[in-house]
């Protein structure tokens, strides 16, 4: 990853979801995309998310990827505290949850408070749809995006 200042901030509620969220960072760092992790929980450290997504668009960050579990707390939180896009990773918690649960939550949002949903734990689409925002206004980002699904389309691995 570059040193420049990240365009993606990659947000995860608990230290436990973190290996699913590692996987948007390895797609980030693949796609040569500035991004930062962070682990916040909008239960514990309100202030702290607030003043996270408040502050993210100010610092030049584009879109923000969260975890999602049942609440769907963390991302309701930053989606209602900035003007970026916010994409939720609904995460399978629990051994007798599959996911599902959060992945409902995720799709219903209250109105204007939108948090684009990607399948459960798949943080992959979340970083491959991050930098598709990110590249919007990006010709080289562009250009790494399609070297990459080019790669996927003749079974490279990512």
């Known amino acids: 990853?570059?040193?420049?200042?990240?365009?993606?901030?990659?947000?995860?509620?608990?230290?436990?979801?973190?290996?699913?969220?590692?996987?948007?960072?390895?797609?980030?760092?693949?796609?040569?995309?500035?991004?930062?992790?962070?682990?916040?929980?909008?239960?514990?450290?309100?202030?702290?998310?607030?003043?996270?997504?408040?502050?993210?668009?100010?610092?030049?960050?584009?879109?923000?990827?969260?975890?999602?579990?049942?609440?769907?707390?963390?991302?309701?939180?930053?989606?209602?505290?900035?003007?970026?896009?916010?994409?939720g990773v609904p995460i399978a918690s629990l051994p007798q949850m599959d996911g599902r649960e959060a992945l409902a939550i995720t799709a219903q949002m209250p109105m204007g408070v939108p948090v684009a949903a990607v399948g459960v734990d798949a943080a992959v689409n979340a970083a491959v749809l991050a930098a598709e925002i990110v590249g919007i206004g990006d010709p080289d980002v562009q250009a790494r995006l399609w070297k990459f699904k080019d790669d996927l389309a003749e079974g490279l691995k990512l």
Do not use: W
Request: glycine share 6%.
């Open 1 to 87: 990853m570059s040193d420049q200042s990240p365009l993606v901030g990659v947000l995860v509620a608990s230290p436990s979801e973190m290996p699913i969220l590692r996987q948007a960072g390895a797609i980030l760092e693949k796609l040569d995309i500035p991004h930062e992790v962070r682990v916040m929980s909008s239960s514990r450290n309100p202030d702290l998310v607030d003043e996270y997504a408040r502050t993210a668009f100010e610092r030049g960050v584009k879109v923000l990827i969260c975890t999602t579990g049942m609440s769907g707390h963390l991302a309701a939180a930053v989606a209602a505290r900035t003007v970026l896009p916010v994409i």
